[in-house]
C-alpha cells in the first residue's frame, strides 16, 4: 500500500489549505481507517483527524474541532483534510496513515501505512 499526500504550502493566518491523501496498490476494505497526523519541529508526532471508510465516522483533535474537515471519496482512493482558520501553531508537517480496522485511533504505532508528509506553514 502506499499514500500519497500533497497540497502543502505557506498561508497566512486565518486562511485555508487542503491536503489530499491518495492511497494505491490494494483494493481497500470496507474498514480500512485512515487518519492525518502532523509533526511540528521539536515535538512528538501527534493526530489531527480521522475517518473510517465506509460509514463516514470522524474524529478530530480538540485542537482542531470546528477549524478542519476530513473527508474521503472512495471512488478516488482519497482522503482530503480541509483545514480554514489557521494559527501559527498549525504548522507542521502533516502525515496520512492507514489502518485496517473500524475503529478510530489516535496512537501512530496503531496505523500500518503510512504516507511521507507534507509541509504546512501558517505565517502571523
Known amino acids: 500500500v502506499q499514500l500519497q499526500a500533497s497540497g502543502g504550502g505557506t498561508v497566512q493566518t486565518g486562511g485555508s489549505l487542503r491536503l489530499s491523501c491518495t492511497a494505491s496498490?490494494?483494493?481497500?476494505?470496507?474498514?480500512?481507517?485512515m487518519g492525518w497526523f502532523r509533526q511540528a519541529p521539536g515535538k512528538e508526532r501527534e493526530f489531527v483527524a480521522g475517518?473510517?471508510?465506509?460509514?463516514?465516522?470522524?474524529d478530530y483533535a480538540d485542537s482542531v474541532k470546528g477549524r478542519f474537515t476530513i473527508s474521503r471519496d472512495n471512488a478516488e482512493n482519497t482522503v482530503y483534510l480541509q483545514m480554514n482558520s489557521l494559527k501559527p501553531e498549525d504548522t507542521a508537517v502533516y502525515y496520512c496513515?492507514?489502518?485496517?480496522?473500524?475503529?478510530?485511533?489516535?496512537?501512530?504505532?496503531?496505523?500500518?501505512?503510512w504516507g511521507q508528509g507534507t509541509q504546512v506553514t501558517v505565517s502571523s
Open positions: 496513515a492507514a489502518r485496517n480496522s473500524i475503529a478510530i485511533v489516535t496512537s501512530t504505532s496503531l496505523y500500518t501505512y
Open positions: 475517518i473510517v471508510w465506509n460509514g463516514g465516522s470522524t
Open positions: 496498490g490494494r483494493t481497500f476494505s470496507n474498514y480500512v481507517m
